[in-house]
């Protein structure tokens, strides 16, 4: 039996704040060797699957090879995820936009074979200088989604109490820990540790 490859959905709904419109656009679409990193996203992960989509409120956000879902503007991200909900289907993987991913780490979020599984690091990226940790992104198959969207809900309820919305904290709700916490969680957490980095500041862009 043919696999159906899974469904992939770039998350670029966030507000920007902190990026400025650096260079007059949004940090999706600055440009790596003359190709928008998203565009260079969405271009990698065409080599697996073709069902590709994108979320973002901005319409200068606009790449190719990507169907559009348009939402408003969300606080945290863990609302915007939860509002892709009637997109999960199959095996369905969620990445950040504004991530330059390497094509290891692509290949390795791919083979990833767990029900659920959140794709980070942490602690310092020795290649890019980075001295914090990060998430770029989490998969899960059908059997999963009851489990993940639980999380995400109780921390959009946490949100309402004063705190953070961030995929930290629903990967800190999946795992029980606390909703600061960064640590690696055996069986959750799958190591991304080579020059992936997100960009949320402009010299994030120049490193």
Wanted: aromatic share 12%; charged share 25%.
């Amino acid at each position: 039996m043919q696999k159906i490859p899974p469904r992939v959905i770039l998350l670029a709904n966030g507000s920007e704040n902190r990026w400025g419109h650096y260079q007059g656009m949004p940090k999706q679409m600055v440009p790596f060797n003359g190709e928008p990193n998203i565009e260079r996203t969405i271009r990698l992960v065409k080599r697996r699957t073709d069902d590709i989509w994108l979320v973002t409120w901005n319409a200068e956000i606009d790449p190719r090879g990507a169907k559009r879902v348009s939402l408003e503007p969300t606080a945290w991200l863990a609302e915007t995820v939860y509002l892709t909900r009637h997109l999960w289907q199959g095996r369905t993987i969620i990445l950040l936009g504004d991530v330059f991913f390497s094509g290891l780490a692509l290949r390795k979020i791919f083979a990833a074979q767990d029900d659920l599984v959140i794709f980070g690091r942490i602690g310092r990226n020795h290649y890019t200088g980075c001295g914090h940790s990060e998430l770029f992104g989490a998969a899960f198959n059908p059997a999963a989604q009851g489990r993940f969207l639980s999380a995400l809900e109780q921390v959009l309820e946490d949100t309402q109490h004063g705190e953070y919305g961030k995929l930290w904290q629903v990967y800190n709700r999946l795992a029980n820990r606390p909703p600061r916490s960064k640590t690696y969680v055996p069986g959750l957490l799958c190591p991304i540790t080579d020059y992936t980095d997100d960009m949320d500041w402009p010299e994030e862009y120049h490193r």
